[in-house]
């Protein structure tokens, strides 16, 4: 196990009121970090995860050389969409998720729509007067992304947007519904530490890990702290330096990286706090 950093509470107030308590050490923390790694060893829940579907990355794949222009990457940050023609109709909405290993999963297709509606979500909100990427034709094909169990084929819309040559490639299935956790979560307010806001990316080489972490306006900022054992990796969210003057109460949640001992592979990536798997955000 690696050395840890100080640990905090996530303790928000309103202003005038009293600060937060002072951050607590490795030894609040890894008694819990322990438990639930404990806690999943040998489990049916962890057997259900390593048997469903679980991406490390995002469901979008840009095109190649994207953005040209300024323009471009504003119109996909503001989910700025529009349609040149229409989108095809009633496709097959079975398929399946095949591993590089040999091994496959029965999936649901989404339809055309239902995956161009994950996409333009501008509406009328900001960035609705931006210019759009315009999308000229969609069809459906497969994209690689890496996995809990490695790298796998899955079913992909994959749109074709004006002036690129290759498309926006929309993963068309959902993630698999994680098991429930074999340990129960901790309460806000306990000095364990605070639950963590998503995966954000795992590195092409599995040896570090991005998660949302959460802070306060008051502190110097969120720390994430690690066990890794053979069958999992087991992270804990805290914020350093915590004031205990007057604060404003807010939740801030920055990207952390942690740097692992070996490759994550095919170990369960599990948060302290709330004893689940850590899962991609968006």
Same mark, same amino acid.
């Given at each position: 196990?690696? #050395? ?7 303790? @928000? ?5 009293? +600060? ?19 806690? !999943?060893?040998? =489990?049916?829940?962890?057997?259900? !995860? ?23 990457? $504003?119109?996909? @940050?503001?989910?700025?969409?529009? @349609?040149?023609? &229409? ?11 095949? !591993?590089?290993?040999?091994?496959? $999963? ?5 339809? &055309? ?43 992909? !819309? ?30 806000? +307010?306990?000095?364990? +530490? ?10 092409? *080489?599995?040896? #570090?890990?991005?998660?949302?972490? &959460?802070?306060?306006?008051? *502190? *110097?900022?969120?720390?994430?702290? %690690? ?24 939740? @801030? %949640?920055?990207? %952390?990286? %942690? ?19 850590? =899962?991609?955000?968006?």
């Amino acid at each position: 196990m690696r #050395s840890f950093a100080l640990l905090g509470v996530l303790c @928000l107030f309103t202003m005038g009121s009293a +600060g937060c308590g002072t951050t607590v050490g490795a030894d609040a923390a890894a008694p819990r970090m322990r438990q639930v790694a404990d806690a !999943w060893k040998g =489990t049916e829940a962890a057997r259900a !995860w390593r048997e469903g579907y679980y991406p490390l990355e995002d469901a979008v794949r840009l095109p190649d050389g994207a953005f040209h222009n300024e323009e471009d990457k $504003l119109a996909y @940050l503001h989910r700025n969409f529009t @349609l040149r023609r &229409a989108l095809p109709g009633s496709t097959a909405r079975h398929g399946h998720i095949r !591993w590089t290993s040999g091994a496959s $999963l029965p999936a649901t297709i989404m339809t &055309a729509r239902q995956a161009y509606e994950t996409l333009d979500r501008d509406d009328d909100g900001p960035g609705a007067g931006d210019a759009p990427l315009t999308v000229t034709e969609a069809v459906l094909g497969t994209t690689t992304l890496n996995t809990s169990r490695g790298p796998a084929r899955v079913p992909a !819309w994959l749109f074709t947007l004006d002036g690129y040559d290759t498309p926006l490639k929309r993963v068309a299935v959902a993630p698999s519904k994680p098991p429930r956790a074999p340990v129960r979560s901790l309460s806000e +307010g306990t000095d364990s +530490g605070s639950p963590l806001y998503g995966l954000r990316s795992v590195a092409e *080489d599995g040896r #570090s890990v991005t998660v949302g972490a &959460a802070h306060g306006a008051c *502190d *110097d900022g969120p720390t994430v702290d %690690v066990l890794e054992t053979r069958d999992s990796v087991v992270l804990s969210g805290g914020v350093r330096g915590v004031d205990d003057g007057p604060c404003t109460m807010q939740l @801030l %949640v920055d990207p %952390v990286t %942690v740097r692992l001992d070996r490759p994550l592979g095919g170990r369960l990536l599990l948060d302290a706090f709330t004893g689940a798997p850590v =899962t991609m955000t968006g």
